[in-house]
C-alpha cells in the first residue's frame, strides 16, 4: 500500500515536472518573464497586460502604459471588456480588461530570422467584440498557416471606450486603447522572436474602421506598423464617426441617464463612483428604446443629435482634432496627405447589406416588412437627408435607382441590400483606395464573393458582413467545428485567404509567395482602372468594380 502510494507520489512529481518543462516562457525586455501554454502547435500567451486597469480616476480616460513588477502566468484569456450580450440583456465583462493574447508559429523561438506580425483588431460596432472573441479568434491556426506573430488586444467599447464629455473625456479611449497596445508590440515583440519593423494591422468592420483612423493619422502612427488590411471597413461614411459637437451633445444626454450632470461641479466624482453595471444602464437603454423613448427624451430637451445608426451603433470615435485621439476624418487624412506611407489591402463582401436590412426596424421610423418600395425611399431618406439634405435625394432618387433597376432583384428587400451595400462598405472602400493610391500607396482592392455553409440559419444572407472571418481565421465559428467542419471548397477559400494575408504581413505584396495552384496575380489599384480581385472559389482578377454605380454615388455625395 506504501509502495503504491510512493509510485502515485512520483508520477504526480513527475508529471508536473514535466508540464512546467514544457511549458513555453519569454522573457521581456524589462526583465519580467510570462508563461504561456502549447496548443495546438503553437506557443500561446493570453491575458498580457498592456495598460493599466482603467479604473477609478482612470476611467474614461486614456490609457496608461501597465508597469510590470512580477513574473505572470500568461495562459489564460482575461477579461472582455464590459458589454452588453444583447439576446439575453446580459451584462458581460470587467473594467479590468486591457489585456492582450500572442500566438506564436511553431518553431519561431529558435528561428534565425525573426518573423512578421499580424496584430487584430476585432468589429462589433464599437459596442462589443473582444480580442478572443468565445474562441473565434484563435491565432494558433493563422500563426502557423502565415509564418507570423499573431496580436489580438482587447480595447474599450461603448460608453468605456467612447464615451465624450467636455473638458472631461474627449471619447476616444478605445482608439487610444489600440494604439497603447500596438506600442507594447514595438516594445515587446522582439522577445517573442517578432519582428517590429514588419506590422501588419488588420480588422473587420469597426476593426477596419479603426485601421483606418490609425492608417490615416500618420502623425500619432508612425513607426507602429508597416502595413494594413481593411475587411469591410469605411474611412469616410459620417454614421461611422462622430463630430465632436455631436458626441459632447450625446455625452450630455447619456449621462443624465445613468444620473450624472455634466454642468456640474462634481460630475467628474458622479461619474466615477457609478458602478460598472450603473454605467452599463445607459448602454441597455439605448439599445432597448432609441429610437422611439429616448428620441422624444430628446426632442423634449431641445437636443438634436441621436447618434444615426442607433441604436445598432450609438458609439463610435470622435473627430477630436488632436493627434493622440483622431484628428480629422480618416478620408481627409488620406487625401491630404497625412496618412502612413504602407501597402494596404482593403475590400467587401458581395452582400455586404444583408445582415443590415432587418436592423432598419430599429432604426427607420415607420418602416415595414416585408419591404416595399416605399420603404426603399423612407430609408434612402433617413440615411441621405442628414448628409445632403431632403431635396438633394428627392433630387437624386430617380437617378439613383436606375443603378439598381428592380427587374435585377426578386424584391425590394435585396435591392435595398445591394444600396446600402454600396453605400455603407463598397464604393467608401473604392474611395479610400483611390485616395490612397494617389497618396503613393500600393493598394489591392478585392471584393469577397463566397458564401460561407456553415451557418445554414444564414444562407439566406448570401456572402454576409464579416463572411471572409471564418477563412482568414480558418475556423467554422464558436462551437461549429464538429457540426459543420470545412470541406472542400471551404478548405481551398481558406488557403487562398491566409495565402494573400500572410504576403502582405511578410513583404507588404500580396503576390510575394508560393501560389496555392492556380491562383492569379492580384493587380496593384490605381485610380481610374480600379484593378481589383474577385476573392472565390477560383479568383478572378478584373478592372471597374462596380464603376458606374460607384460613380453615382461620389458624385451624389460631393467626392
Not at 508563461?35 to 500567451?45: F, I, P, Q, S
Request: with cysteine; charged share 20%.
Amino acid at each position: 500500500m506504501m509502495a503504491s502510494g510512493l509510485l502515485a507520489l512520483l508520477v504526480l512529481c513527475y508529471t508536473l515536472t514535466s508540464a512546467a518543462a514544457s511549458s513555453p516562457s519569454v522573457t521581456l525586455p524589462n526583465g519580467v518573464t510570462l508563461t504561456g501554454r502549447k496548443e495546438k502547435g503553437a506557443d500561446v500567451y493570453q491575458g498580457i497586460p498592456f495598460a493599466e486597469p482603467p479604473l477609478n480616476e482612470l476611467r474614461f480616460q486614456g490609457p496608461t502604459p501597465y508597469i510590470y513588477s512580477d513574473d505572470l502566468d500568461t495562459t489564460k484569456p482575461k477579461s472582455i471588456c464590459p458589454q452588453l450580450k444583447i439576446t439575453k440583456r446580459i451584462n458581460l465583462g470587467s473594467e479590468d480588461c486591457l489585456y492582450l493574447n500572442v500566438y506564436l508559429p511553431p518553431g519561431v523561438d529558435s528561428a534565425d530570422e525573426s518573423v512578421p506580425v499580424l496584430f487584430w483588431i476585432f468589429g462589433g460596432g464599437y459596442v462589443a467584440g473582444d480580442g478572443w472573441e468565445f474562441t473565434m479568434y484563435q491565432g494558433q491556426k493563422l500563426a502557423k498557416a502565415t509564418n507570423s506573430i499573431v496580436v489580438a488586444a482587447n480595447y474599450r467599447v461603448n460608453a468605456f471606450g467612447f464615451l465624450a464629455a467636455e473638458n472631461y473625456s474627449t471619447g476616444n479611449m478605445g482608439i487610444q486603447d489600440q494604439r497603447m497596445a500596438l506600442k507594447w508590440v514595438q516594445s515587446n515583440i522582439k522577445a517573442f522572436n517578432g519582428d517590429p519593423s514588419r506590422v501588419t494591422i488588420f480588422g473587420q468592420s469597426a476593426g477596419a474602421m479603426s485601421v483606418c483612423h490609425h492608417y490615416a493619422n500618420g502623425e500619432a502612427s508612425e513607426g507602429l506598423f508597416h502595413a494594413a488590411l481593411m475587411e469591410s471597413g469605411n474611412c469616410n461614411t459620417p454614421e461611422f464617426f462622430f463630430k465632436q459637437e455631436e458626441a459632447f451633445e450625446f455625452g450630455v444626454e447619456y449621462s443624465k441617464i445613468i444620473g450624472c450632470d455634466v454642468t456640474s461641479a462634481d460630475y467628474k466624482e458622479c461619474m466615477g463612483k457609478l458602478t460598472t453595471a450603473e454605467v452599463m444602464v445607459g448602454i441597455e437603454a439605448l439599445l432597448e428604446e432609441i429610437p422611439t423613448s429616448l428620441d422624444e427624451f430628446y426632442l423634449a430637451t431641445n437636443s438634436s443629435f441621436v447618434p444615426p445608426l442607433s441604436p445598432i451603433m450609438p458609439f463610435g470615435p470622435v473627430i477630436d482634432g488632436t493627434t493622440d485621439g483622431t484628428p480629422r476624418i480618416p478620408y481627409e487624412g488620406i487625401t491630404g496627405g497625412k496618412a502612413m506611407n504602407v501597402p494596404l489591402m482593403i475590400g467587401s463582401t458581395s452582400n455586404e447589406g444583408s445582415i443590415f436590412v432587418p436592423m432598419l426596424g430599429e432604426i427607420v421610423d415607420g418602416l415595414k416588412f416585408p419591404i416595399s418600395n416605399d420603404d426603399v425611399k423612407l430609408a434612402i431618406h433617413h440615411i441621405l437627408d442628414p448628409i445632403i439634405g431632403a431635396d438633394a435625394v428627392d433630387a437624386d432618387y430617380d437617378g439613383l435607382m436606375d443603378q439598381y433597376p428592380i427587374k435585377d432583384y426578386n424584391d425590394p428587400r435585396a435591392q435595398l441590400s445591394k444600396i446600402l451595400r454600396d453605400y455603407m462598405f463598397l464604393c467608401p472602400s473604392r474611395r479610400a483606395a483611390r485616395a490612397a493610391s494617389e497618396n503613393g500607396n500600393e493598394v489591392f482592392l478585392y471584393q469577397f464573393d463566397f458564401h460561407p455553409y456553415t451557418w445554414p440559419d444564414f444562407d439566406a444572407l448570401g456572402d454576409y458582413h464579416g463572411a471572409e472571418i471564418y477563412f482568414i481565421w480558418d475556423t467554422p465559428g464558436p462551437g461549429m467545428e464538429l457540426v459543420h467542419p470545412f470541406f472542400h471548397d471551404e478548405r481551398r477559400m481558406v488557403e487562398i485567404m491566409q495565402y494573400y494575408v500572410g504576403n502582405l504581413a511578410k513583404v507588404g505584396d500580396v503576390n510575394k509567395g508560393d501560389m496555392p495552384g492556380d491562383v492569379p496575380v492580384w493587380p496593384v489599384f490605381t485610380t481610374g482602372g480600379d484593378q481589383h480581385i474577385v476573392l472565390k472559389e477560383t479568383p478572378q482578377a478584373g478592372v471597374g468594380l462596380n464603376k458606374d454605380v460607384c460613380d453615382y454615388h461620389d458624385k451624389m455625395l460631393g467626392y
